[in-house]
């Protein structure tokens, strides 16, 4: 499920931002914040989108989101692309988990 007003549910909503605009290996540290974030794909899509320059986003530094862009200059809207691919990646899990139960009720059994 895609959340469009994904601010109020981000990781870093209540982090001192000054923590995701950092240089160096302090980046790796925010990047830290984004890992367990329950929006971080929403996060980094806007990023994108909005070609953000600076800060740590979705668990991207500005570095790395300009290689990204660089990379694949044919996404037109990321949002598009990574709602997508987020949802096909639920639906896999969903059924990796279904078969899952029935292995184990088979084992059981």
């Known amino acids: 499920m895609w959340i469009t007003d994904w601010t109020a549910r981000a990781a870093c909503r209540n982090a001192d931002p000054d923590a995701l605009f950092v240089q160096g290996a302090a980046q790796n540290r925010a990047k830290l914040i984004c890992r367990g ?3 971080r794909t929403e996060c980094l899509a806007d990023a994108l989108d909005n070609r953000i320059e600076f800060g740590v986003w ?3 530094t500005e570095r790395e989101r300009r290689a990204l862009l660089r990379r694949r200059p ?3 809207s990321w949002r598009d692309l990574l709602e997508t691919a987020k949802e096909e990646y639920e639906r896999s899990a ?3 988990e279904e078969e899952l139960v029935v292995t184990e009720e088979l ?3």
Request: aromatic share 0%.
């Open 37 to 39: 974030c329950p929006v």
């Open 58 to 60: 979705g668990g991207m």
């Open 74 to 76: 044919d996404v037109r």
């Open 94 to 96: 969903e059924i990796d």
């Open 107 to 109: 084992v059981a059994s």
